[in-house]
């Protein structure tokens, strides 16, 4: 490997730029982003609300976003999802959209349950549920970023990541405001105060959500796979699957490894952090679910769209590391506008402000930092790799967020949102360092010629 200077980032016009998105690749990752965002928030952030108004405590709440760890684990089993087939199903399919099927019936199938079971009078079902969204989510990730990477070559993935983002987003917000939304009009007068079957519904209305993404598999093509060696018995195939890939990492980043781990496991520590507090504090604070629906849907869903696209567009003109810089400065900042709201108190415009700024930074960040990861991965390894990196991502966050009822129990709102933009700093010195010392290799992968 040769050090390569931002500067040598292939540059497009405005306009080739723009046009990627309406490629087969880029229209199909949309609908795949919206199936592998819509269970996140479900078992998150939106079950946070529905937790907090049935009269569970923060701090339950905090530690039950432990759950999430699902996401955070998932490169455990990532190298089955890449090399082991599903019997009968891989054979139709092909070995990545069988595991997205498999995934998502394993989604549809715990949300039901979910909506089942009241967590007013016991929280057990809900949690066992959540856990099989959780790891169903997490095996569709797997699948799907691997399914992403291989379906173009290495200067498109910005595009498709903004793509991915834009499906992925929209699904949030159809999770978060869409979710909140059908409850209230379920339950009826202002929206306010707890009531089991509008929750029932609202979550099998989000179980039938995810045929879009099955609908989209079963509709797209299998991507060309990588070349594998053929395996001569069991410990050489599972040396295949489950050696190889850290070792192919390690080896062509070298002592560079520890830095570029560093900044995955911290980049979006601000972000997870903070947004586990985010729905009981809109709780707390007074909104009802209708308020917080309808901002989040109308301006949520314009500013994460703009931030989307806007991101790509700008890691393919200026280079990923450059928006992954600005995506890191912009999340830290927008964390201290909810500060700000916790001392201004209950104001619809405030939240305006507050949600539009910090949907913005968000979706720039994320589609900078999704490109950066795809760039790290060897096509030959591409799902378990991509599964590390993206689990790296969540784990420390994830662990630390559990912990984040009992800091606003002692601290109040306002301190701790400032707290979870102070994480970001160390962020700022790796993305530096990580932009320094970056590292590039010649592609060989070709991608599938389109329709």
Request: include cysteine; hydrophobic fraction near 55%; aromatic fraction near 12%.
């Amino acid at each position: 490997m040769t050090e390569k200077p931002i500067s040598n980032q292939p540059t497009f016009s405005w306009l080739a730029s723009w046009r990627v998105y309406l490629e087969p690749a880029s229209l199909r990752m949309v609908f795949l982003g919206f199936a592998a965002g819509l269970p996140l928030l479900l078992v998150l952030g939106t079950l946070s609300f529905r937790l907090r108004e049935a009269g569970i405590d923060r701090s339950t709440i905090g530690y039950l976003s432990w759950v999430g760890l699902a996401y955070g684990f998932k490169w455990v089993w990532a190298p089955l999802v890449d090399r082991m087939p599903i019997p009968w199903l891989t054979r139709s399919l092909g070995r990545r959209r069988s595991w997205l099927l498999l995934a998502q019936a394993m989604v549809m199938l715990g949300l039901v349950g979910m909506a089942l079971s009241d967590p007013s009078h016991t929280l057990g079902p809900v949690v066992w549920c959540a856990l099989l969204v959780a790891f169903g989510s997490a095996t569709q990730d797997i699948a799907l970023d691997a399914f992403r990477i291989e379906s173009a070559d290495p200067t498109h993935q910005a595009a498709l990541a903004a793509s991915y983002q834009t499906g992925y987003r929209l699904a949030m917000i159809w999770a978060g405001a869409g979710v909140l939304w059908v409850a209230a009009w379920v339950q009826g007068d202002s929206g306010s105060g707890y009531m089991h079957a509008a929750w029932q519904t609202a979550y099998l209305v989000m179980a039938a959500s995810m045929f879009v993404g099955v609908i989209t598999v079963l509709r797209s093509r299998e991507p060309k796979p990588a070349e594998l060696p053929p395996a001569k018995n069991v410990k050489e195939w599972l040396k295949g699957a489950l050696i190889d890939p850290f070792a192919d990492f390690v080896k062509r980043y070298k002592w560079q490894a520890a830095l570029i781990l560093s900044l995955i496991a911290v980049y979006r520590i601000s972000d997870v952090v903070m947004g586990i507090m985010a729905n009981p504090f809109y709780v707390d604070m007074g909104f009802t679910k209708t308020e917080v629906a309808s901002v989040t849907k109308l301006y949520g869903v314009l500013m994460t769209l703009l931030g989307a696209f806007v991101g790509g567009v700008m890691a393919l003109r200026w280079g990923v590391m450059r928006i992954l810089l600005l995506g890191a400065v912009l999340s830290a900042l927008s964390n201290l506008l909810f500060a700000w709201l916790a001392g201004h108190g209950h104001d619809v415009n405030a939240l305006i402000l507050v949600i539009s700024a910090d949907n913005l930074a968000s979706g720039i960040a994320s589609a900078a930092f999704i490109a950066y990861l795809s760039s790290l991965t060897n096509i030959q390894y591409s799902a378990t790799q991509y599964a590390l990196l993206s689990s790296m991502m969540l784990l420390l966050p994830k662990f630390i967020a559990g912990f984040s009822g009992d800091f606003v129990n002692a601290h109040g709102y306002a301190d701790f949102f400032n707290a979870t933009a102070l994480l970001g700093l160390p962020v700022l010195v790796l993305v530096a360092l990580a932009a320094r010392y970056q590292t590039a290799e010649p592609s060989s992968f070709q991608p599938p010629t389109e329709d």
